[in-house]
């Protein structure tokens, strides 16, 4: 039995690794979900099959209420709330992790008689995976709009406070360590980790909060590959360090694409939205901008060589998706070429854009990552900027005063002329005016981004 059972758990590694190369493309992605998801299922069946297991009855309890309230609410989520449900998932990952370490310790007697790499383990597990959940939850919080975007912070007191939650944790797990059998001391362990996962994310603004999903997924992997360490669990183990390899690599990826550092992003974000100044020169000023109409852009774009959609959060929120794809389809109809730019960090969550774009049945192949795109611009007539707006503002590039100076961003200024669509002048994210929207190449059509691309279908037709 021992043999067939670490056979399975090989079969069940094999599928996770085989299911993760499949998420690199839309085309791949579905079938790596269910490769994955059919190697979990084996590793489940392989731990169950451990000698000792029992309490088959709470164990079955356990995955009907999970598969009840799991699967009713991944499928009625929408594609502009998928982040939140993203950070929601990821918390409740970790929440499971700090809960099993409560129980080991209590079932341990305070890991009496154990060696001291299980109470480490165990310990470590409690504290990153009760961070994990209440910082995810803050993150759906923001994400959601039930807690302010803007960063929430106590000023200089907020650093100085972070580190004693910090050392009340670590000292409760010392004490812990050292033979301390209490309950009260895992209770306080696991309440000032929540304290810190709570004040951290906190005075993160919205600019920041897909690196932060991505920074808190890794953390609930490593807390996972801890507390199998902890139990002895190779499955644990084995897809814990996966998941936290894989969001560590994304999280340094995302930060690179913001050019800003990880730890200055846990020491506090910036963004939020509410603000219209500061973006670069003449913050504040009353600036002209020169509005167009549906027709005009149909129009531009209809005798144009090449478009380039530039997705972001305002398209998701419109469900614009379809009525993109329909536009593309006329005008590639015209004989013009369409293609779309992909920023790292447009949207909420990593692969925003490109999920959304997927459900509409967009090509992979016209789907262009932010290197490719740059260089494709010049040879742009028209860039249909929908919904973006901290991805594309120029003030990245000119503006060392601006909080995202020196972030790299989709060089659409760079094609010959630019439309915006969007709802008002607010701000994006970061809280910034866009230097975009006032360049003498731009033209904005303002109102929802589905309204608008439909109309400019409308337009195309007769044309």
Do not use: C
Not at 152 to 174: D, E, F, M, R, S
Not at 212 to 239: E, P
Not at 307 to 314: L, W
């Amino acid at each position: 039995m021992t043999t067939f059972i670490a056979v399975l758990y090989i079969i069940a590694f094999s599928l996770f690794i085989y299911g993760l190369m499949g998420l690199t493309g839309p085309r791949t992605a579905v079938r790596g979900n269910w490769i994955a998801a059919v190697g979990m299922a084996i590793a489940v069946i392989a731990t169950l099959l451990l000698p000792g297991m029992g309490n088959w009855w709470l164990i079955a309890l356990g995955l009907v209420i999970g598969t009840v309230v799991g699967v009713p609410a991944a499928r009625r989520v929408k594609m502009t709330a998928m982040p939140q449900m993203v950070a929601l998932f990821n918390g409740v990952g970790g929440g499971a992790v700090a809960l099993i370490a409560w129980v080991e310790f209590r079932t341990t007697d305070g890991y009496a008689h154990e060696p001291l790499y299980v109470a480490i383990a165990s310990l470590f597990a409690a504290i990153v995976g009760s961070v994990s959940f209440w910082g995810s939850n803050v993150a759906f919080g923001k994400l959601q709009e039930l807690l302010p975007g803007k960063p929430i912070t106590l000023g200089k007191a907020q650093q100085p406070l972070n580190i004693l939650l910090v050392l009340a944790a670590v000292v409760l797990a010392v004490v812990i360590a050292a033979g301390g059998s209490s309950d009260w001391l895992i209770i306080g362990l696991l309440i000032a980790a929540a304290l810190v996962g709570v004040m951290v994310v906190l005075p993160i603004g919205g600019a920041d909060m897909p690196v932060v999903i991505s920074l808190l997924n890794a953390f609930t992997g490593l807390s996972a590959a801890a507390m199998g360490l902890a139990l002895d669990n190779t499955a644990l183990i084995v897809a814990g360090m996966i998941v936290g390899a894989s969001g560590s690599i994304l999280t340094n990826l995302m930060a690179k694409a913001m050019n800003r550092s990880i730890p200055a992003i846990v020491a506090g974000g910036f963004g939020g939205g509410g603000a219209s100044g500061g973006g670069g020169a003449g913050g504040g000023e009353d600036r002209p901008v020169r509005s167009t109409s549906a027709a005009d852009a149909a129009i531009q774009m209809a005798y144009a060589s090449r478009v380039m959609v530039v997705p972001g959060y305002g398209m998701a929120v419109a469900q614009a998706q379809h009525a993109v794809r329909e536009m593309a389809d006329l005008l590639e109809g015209k004989g013009i070429e369409v293609l779309y730019a992909i920023h790292p960090v447009a949207g909420r969550m990593p692969g925003h854009m490109n999920v959304l774009l997927a459900e509409a049945d967009v090509p992979y192949e016209s789907l262009k990552e932010m290197d490719e795109s740059n260089s494709q611009f010049p040879q742009t007539d028209v860039a249909l900027v929908i919904g973006a707006n901290d991805v594309t503002n120029p003030a990245a590039q000119t503006d060392p005063s601006s909080p995202i100076y020196g972030m790299p961003i989709l060089n659409v200024t760079s094609s010959r002329s630019v439309i915006v669509l969007k709802r008002s002048m607010s701000s994006g994210f970061a809280g910034i005016e866009n230097e975009l929207f006032f360049d003498p190449k731009t033209a904005m059509l303002f109102g929802d981004a589905k309204s608008s691309v439909s109309e400019i279908v409308e337009e195309l037709k007769g044309i």
